[in-house]
């Protein structure tokens, strides 16, 4: 009997593959997809020139195709309502960590409230 393997996205039991060492991901094409993502993910944060090359494709793909943004905005609105949304809460989030104001709903505020509030003490 194979040894089964527990796919790291879905999550389900599998047989393993003999072939694969250390096998990680059941063969679903979504678990394969997964599998590219992440390994790219760690490439760009350890490999320079991966990332060089990368950021330089990314480049030329935004040049050959510089309308697809606005066109891609024009054909979903609800997208942009909510990116519109949600970038809004960021924004306030992050004017909230930087003026020091605790969060709305998190528990204790941060340490730069506490600073701020020991020097109105003094
Ligand atoms: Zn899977």
Same mark, same amino acid.
């Given at each position: 009997?194979?040894?089964?393997?527990?796919?790291?996205?879905?999550?389900?039991?599998?047989?393993?593959?003999?072939?694969?060492?250390?096998?990680?991901?059941?063969?679903?094409?979504?678990?394969?997809?997964?599998?590219?993502?992440?390994?790219?993910?760690?490439?760009?944060?350890?490999?320079?020139?991966?990332?060089?090359?990368?950021?330089?494709?990314?480049?030329?793909?935004?040049?050959?195709?510089?309308?697809? !943004?606005?066109?891609?905005?024009?054909?979903?609105?609800?997208?942009?309502?909510?990116?519109?949304? &949600?970038?809004?809460?960021?924004?306030?989030?992050?004017?909230?960590?930087? !003026?020091? &104001?605790?969060?709305?709903?998190?528990?204790?505020?941060?340490?730069?409230? &506490?600073?701020?509030?020991?020097?109105?003490?003094?």
């Amino acid at each position: 009997m194979s040894q089964m393997i527990r796919c790291k996205h879905c999550h389900r039991w599998v047989p393993a593959n003999p072939r694969i060492k250390d096998q990680q991901y059941c063969g679903r094409k979504k678990c394969q997809r997964a599998r590219k993502t992440e390994w790219q993910r760690s490439r760009l944060k350890v490999d320079p020139q991966y990332k060089a090359n990368q950021d330089e494709a990314r480049a030329k793909w935004r040049r050959k195709n510089s309308g697809y !943004s606005k066109q891609y905005r024009d054909a979903n609105p609800a997208y942009c309502d909510s990116n519109r949304t &949600l970038q809004k809460k960021r924004d306030q989030k992050r004017q909230n960590k930087m !003026s020091g &104001l605790p969060l709305p709903g998190i528990g204790p505020a941060h340490m730069n409230a &506490l600073v701020a509030e020991n020097i109105l003490k003094q």
